[in-house]
């Protein structure tokens, strides 16, 4: 026995110095420690993904917390209008192909670098390398003086200052330095990088010199913890102190019962300047769906009211792609589709759809109306609705067989069309149905893209609202879309965090943390 | 028996290789577009068509499947398992980078799984049928059907949540390895203990035993002396079979307890299709569970004289 055991000692001290040499000769291995929590004005953060490696090219795509060590030109307020913020003013010329802002002078970047127009023109050139294409139609950017700027654009492009206006790719201004053309993790924002353990943690500590005022909070932690019931019991635990920012989102179900803790505050927010929409998609260019009828009866078909049981507290269903409370949403859109089955049956017996051999599935030419919706598990909302959407159509007769993918095989299923009917999110709103600008967009039409080049390019506002009605006006009355919702972002956090404000945006929701405090 | 483990490190190449081969195609047989999942872990989801092309080229998807495979052996011939196509870091760095983790985890897992059943499957075998051999059997039961998920989330309510004695989740000291590993040991205990059990009292039921017992000496020697150590053969074989499904069922508990380990590293990979990562770590885990089975024979020739390798 004792040979036994002194038989597996051995090995599991062979194998876990194997591990622990080579771990030193290929990568130092990070101190497997979190870092010491002190009763001070610190806030823990529970963060779903991490960011996997420090990159440049990272510095645009952390998950919403960006906005608290970068700052943009401009940002978008609490009603969703674009408001200055690191240009004191700025101008639309030539009919919009010419931009310039003024910059607040004396903003220094937090390493004590100050804030120019050359800063802002390298930063802005820098973010182009490594790319394959600018996302912007621009062709040049000016540094006039000290603190005036230009960008000048190909075309005519309004969206432009709302695209500039997020604190990631393209409006992120970044340190320039000589040797590197941007120094990483350096901006004008409230806060400063200053430990990353990979795997792990990294933190950000208060911005001394923050132009906007004193940032209350010292320091701010975001662990890493993948799954989110787990975050909420880290929460529940007291060893985080807020929970759901960017894309760590909380469970539905998780909901109520932190509500109903005294311990906790619940804030629940739709975002003004890209709404999270999602949606179900129909193969309009195949039949069944290729008649119209038939997408209209489906959008009659669905009680909204049902869904809206079912998605609880994490989101709720919407006319159309943009919802209601966004700025700009088109009033003619509510209620287009009003829930009535007996319509429903009426536009597919139209249509030429009948129970002709009373089975309960509507027929045409011998062909059953048999369709898959398809789905991918890692969107929690997607099967719930799947199984309310397949009882309901059943019952004016519409077969639906629910199929679950993986994620990766899901986009492929997008990518190539190959579906009856499918999940997939809305993304940027005049990007996404814009056929020449899009990726994967799943309505095309010649109309639509007139349109939104009016809304892009012309120089009356009036005439560019006009087109933005109209563009919302044809996807809904065309259907192809038969369920729209918007998901709410859900913050939980710690009722000692105090003068927590959120602004409504989907990448700088965090922006005013700096005026919070423990 | 130099010359059995010689051979069975050839035999093991032999595994490797094949073990590359089926994963190589496996992976490019897999529906879903890798360099379109790469552009959007890149740059997002509003990628558009030219950078998934242009990620495409980078990544040298457009050469001929059989051509890419000989390029990665060629690297891994050199000691270069490469670079994870989604963070650029090198392979074998994030390998042993997490290698520890799950090491310590399953490691400390298995540990739970024989103290825990060793002894109490020996007392159930010599009291059988009695008060504590239904309950050690209904408890068996119990961990064996317990789904690991489950458990997980009912330790850290009651330990970490409601008696705060415990961290929820994350990798530090012990006191952060203790549910973890509690989890992932728990079915793992049930099996051995129910093993340990049938296999004492096999052992129990022999002549020698009874010849033992004849020369009068006590139950504790005959149990502890005479027969634990050829009962404790079955466990053994299966402790080697269970390192292989155990590193298998520690990628669930990896997520839940954020313990950033090889299992949820290759996971991860899977679902963005890093198909670099995806090679090095099954390649990793492959040669571990060959390994262990290694000792596990080694093992044998300690606990049974009678098993030796030398014709072999």
């Known amino acids: ?518 | 028996m130099a010359r059995y483990i010689l051979k069975r490190i050839l035999i093991m190449l032999v595994v490797l290789f094949v073990v590359s081969v089926v994963t190589f195609s496996l992976i490019h047989l897999a529906p879903g577009d890798p360099a379109t999942l790469l552009a959007m872990a890149r740059y997002g989801v509003e990628v558009t068509p030219e950078q998934i092309e242009w990620v495409g080229r980078e990544m040298g998807f457009d050469a001929p499947i059989h051509a890419q495979y000989f390029i990665w052996l060629g690297h891994v011939f050199h000691g270069d398992l490469g670079a994870s196509l989604r963070t650029d870091q090198p392979v074998l760095s994030e390998i042993w980078l997490r290698l520890p983790a799950t090491l310590e985890l399953v490691f400390a897992a298995m540990i739970i799984g024989l103290i825990v059943a060793i002894p109490l499957g020996v007392i159930s075998a010599t009291r059988q049928h009695s008060i504590i051999d239904n309950a050690t059997m209904i408890g068996a039961l119990i961990g064996v059907s317990m789904p690991g998920f489950w458990l997980a989330l009912l330790l850290i309510l009651v330990f970490s949540v409601h008696l705060g004695w415990l961290p929820v989740c994350g990798r530090g000291g012990v006191e952060h390895l203790i549910l973890p590993a509690i989890t992932l040991g728990v079915s793992t205990a049930a099996i051995n203990m129910r093993v340990m059990r049938s296999s004492m009292l096999e052992v129990l039921r022999q002549d020698y035993i009874l010849t033992a017992r004849a020369k009068g000496l006590s139950q504790r020697v005959i149990t502890y002396r005479h027969a634990l150590r050829n009962a404790l053969i079955p466990v053994v074989t299966l402790t080697g079979i269970q390192f292989g499904i155990t590193i298998g069922m520690a990628v669930i508990i990896e997520t839940i307890f954020a313990w950033e380990g090889i299992g949820k590293l290759l996971v991860d990979s899977i679902y963005a299709r890093d198909f670099t990562m995806i090679q090095g770590c099954v390649l990793c885990i492959s040669a571990l569970v060959v390994l262990s089975n290694l000792l596990v024979d080694i093992l044998y020739a300690y606990l049974d004289p009678q098993i030796r390798y030398e014709n072999v």
């Open chain 1, 1 to 518: 026995m004792r040979k036994v055991i002194l038989a597996s000692m051995i090995a599991v001290c062979v194998i876990a110095s194997l591990g622990a040499g080579c771990a030193k000769e290929e990568a130092p291995a990070p101190t497997p420690t979190l870092p010491p929590k002190e009763a001070k004005q610190e806030l823990t953060i529970a963060v779903g993904a991490a960011i996997a490696a420090l990159r440049v090219e990272d510095v645009w795509s952390h998950h919403g917390y960006n906005c608290l060590v970068y700052e943009s030109l401009v940002t978008v307020d609490n009603n969703g209008n674009i408001e200055p913020l690191l240009a004191e003013s700025y101008e639309v010329l030539k009919d919009g192909t010419e931009y310039i802002f003024h910059l607040r002078k004396g903003i220094k970047f937090s390493d004590g670098a100050p804030f120019n127009a050359e800063a802002v023109k390298t930063s802005f050139e820098c973010m182009l390398e490594d790319r394959p294409e600018s996302p912007l139609p621009v062709q040049s950017v000016e540094a006039i003086d000290e603190y005036t700027v230009k960008y000048t654009l190909i075309f005519p492009y309004f969206p432009f200052l709302d695209e500039m206006a997020r604190a990631f790719w393209p409006g992120t201004m970044v340190r320039p330095s000589p040797e590197a053309k941007v120094t990483p993790y350096v901006g004008t924002g409230p806060f400063m990088f200053e430990e990353y353990v990979r795997l792990q943690y990294y933190t950000l500590v208060k911005n001394e010199n923050y132009w906007q005022g004193e940032v209350r909070l010292d320091k701010i932690i975001f662990r890493e913890i993948p799954d989110p019931h787990i975050m909420v019991l880290a929460l529940e635990a007291g060893e985080v102190d807020m929970v759901g920012v960017g894309f760590g989102r909380i469970p539905s179900e998780a909901i109520p019962l932190l509500r109903d803790n005294p311990q906790f505050v619940v804030h629940r927010v739709t975002v003004l300047d890209i709404p999270a929409v999602q949606y179900i998609v129909v193969n309009y260019e195949k039949e069944p769906f290729k008649d119209i009828r038939v997408r209209k009866a489906i959008r009659h078909a669905i009680n909204r009211e049902e869904v809206d049981i079912v998605l609880g507290e994490a989101a709720r269903t919407v006319d159309g792609p943009i919802p209601d409370d966004c700025p700009d949403f088109n009033p003619k859109v509510n209620g287009f589709y009003p829930y009535d089955p007996g319509k429903a049956r009426e536009l597919l017996a139209d249509a030429g759809w009948k129970d002709s051999d009373g089975d309960g599935i509507l027929d045409k030419g011998g062909k059953p109306f048999r369709v898959t919706l398809k789905f991918q598990a890692q969107t929690p909302e997607w099967s719930k609705i799947a199984k309310v959407v397949q009882a309901q159509l059943k019952k004016v007769g519409i077969d639906i067989k629910l199929q679950q993918l993986e994620w990766g095989t899901h986009i492929e299923a997008v990518q190539s069309y190959d579906f009856d009917m499918i999940f997939w999110p809305q993304m940027v709103y005049p990007m996404f149905y814009y056929s020449k600008r899009a990726w994967l967009n799943l309505f095309k039409d010649e109309e639509l893209d007139r349109q939104f080049e009016q809304y892009f390019s012309a120089p009356v506002p009036e005439a560019r609202l006009a087109a933005y009605y109209k563009t919302q006006e044809i996807i809904v009355e065309n259907a192809p879309m038969v369920l729209y919702y918007e998901q709410y972002h859900l913050l939980a956090a710690n009722k000692k965090v105090q003068g927590l404000e959120l602004n409504p945006t989907s990448w700088n929701l965090i922006q005013h943390i700096w005026k919070a405090h423990i």
